[in-house]
């Protein structure tokens, strides 16, 4: 199936066309030039808040920003970053966090532990993971300006991994003056202040388009090597942009040509090009992959009935969504509700494709009874990786007999969509592609794909108890094999469950200058360690 369309994208690489000053501004010197880093993202920059918007692009710019207590490295392994470390007391009901010297937000003022207690707050009431934890949180507290207290009713062993989730809403720390800002009312660029590497520039901020940081003087990194988001954040750069550039061609060619130093994700047929170019280098942006998926509305026929579900699960040909979007090397099936290849993760029999099945998903949705109403598929225009894998729906949906409405547009615009719980007829949905970096969707504390737990579930909003007990079963587990219990049995039900359809695991590599050393492979990219040359 031909569903890249790059032809006009990849002359423009081939050729060498390049940005015009109208895109990335007028040239400036050369050596203000070697100062200044330059990255182009997955998608625009359009909302800054990581907290009401935990996406990739807009949890990249908190990494920058703000900084987290506690940092995971690539094997997810929780380490203190602002945090100087921890006690616990023996019997497992209180945990004393004690806060590094030299923390100060880019105003000047010092990180008190009351800003982390507001931070921490306001992100559980949108994070999956912390409203697990804070289910166990008696009293959160600030006893001194350095010491973070939490006093459980249970024991909670995953407490720091809470804390050092690197993806889907990071626990990251701000003032509390804009912490205490109700976490469904977005921050906007007056409240960019955190304690992080970069300074934001609020006045050059250019919504969907442009974001300019200045490297953070004050800045204290720790000692320990960088690895994904753990370690010493060293920044050795003056200056950061981050440059939405809407066409993959042009921003390839902007690539080879100086203009911008590093693609997050350049387009798949465009990698070979970059590898021949003595002057840009690809590599696998995380090891560990992206999980791509159907996400259902199950709030609205004919999706909220379990049996379309199955069938449609049944119905998907990974291959046709994985060539889409990675190359053939850099892709596998994966019949999971979790990454395949993490530990623990299951993976079941495909069952049999083919007309059969697409006759068992006709079926089923005349069963549920769906007459012909029109479906409504959201896909944004300018994301490569989920929008190429939306029009494989679209086909699919299509040759089921589904009156399916594809609407496409921009990624800010089908985010604010995706929010919207009202009837696909009045500017709701009912199912869209995305994919989740395997980091951010590993295991059942992390995962906003699974969760089940109605209206504080990610968006699509599915209801099951028994999932949501199992995954509180695998947090409070006491131990290694009570915990893989809990884990095979949460996956048996999610996959009768369906909270999502997966179309394959795949890897997609970055692309960046020849010269640009130091590009860490994790979850996001990280925008420090780096060096020109």
Known sequence: MAYLGFERRSFLALTGASLSTSTLGPAFAQNARARTLRFMPQAALAVLDPIFNPTTIVTTHAY?????????????????????????????????????????????????????????????????????????????????????????????PALLDALAKPGASPCFMMPERFAATPPDRALGPEAMIGSGPWRFLANEYTPGSRAAYARNEAYVPRDEPAEAASGGKRVHFDRLEIIWIPDGGTAAAALRTGEIDWIEYPLPDLVPVLDRDRGTRTQIYDPNGFLGFIRF????????????????????????????????????????????????????PAAPRGEAAMQRARDALREAGYNGEPIIHINPSDFPAVTQQGRVTVDLMRRLGVNIQAVESDWASIIARRANRAP??????????????????????????????????????????AVEAEVEAWTLAA????????????????????????TGLFRLRTAFRADLTGVLQAPNPMLWNLRRG
């Open 64 to 156: 920058c920003v703000f900084d987290t207590l506690y940092g995971a490295d690539r094997a997810l392994r929780p380490h203190p970053q602002m945090a100087a470390g921890h006690q616990v007391a023996a019997d497992g009901l209180t945990w004393t966090i004690t806060l590094r010297e030299g923390l100060r937000f880019h105003d000047g003022e010092p990180v008190r532990a009351r800003d982390c207690v507001a931070s921490i707050r306001r992100w559980a009431v949108r994070d999956g993971f912390g409203q697990v934890l804070m289910r166990a949180v008696a009293e959160l507290s600030a006893p001194d300006d350095k010491t973070i207290q939490f006093r459980l009713s249970r024991p909670f």
């Open 297 to 348: 509305n199950h709030l609205h026929p004919p999706f909220n009935d379990v049996r379309v579900r199955r069938a449609i699960r049944d119905v998907v040909v990974q291959p046709d969504y994985m060539q889409a979007v990675a190359l053939p090397q850099d892709w596998q099936q994966c019949h999971a509700m979790f990454p395949c290849g993490l530990p623990g993760a299951t993976e079941f």
């Open 424 to 465: 696909p007829a009045q500017g709701g949905w009912n199912l869209h592609n995305t994919n989740g970096p395997a980091a951010t969707i590993a295991n059942p504390a992390v995962s906003w794909a699974i969760r089940m737990n109605g209206a504080q579930a990610w968006a699509g909003w599915p209801t099951d108890a």
């Open 479 to 502: 131990d290694a094999p009570a915990q893989a219990a809990a884990f095979q049995r949460l996956q048996a039900l999610l996959w009768e469950a369906v909270p999502i359809a997966p």
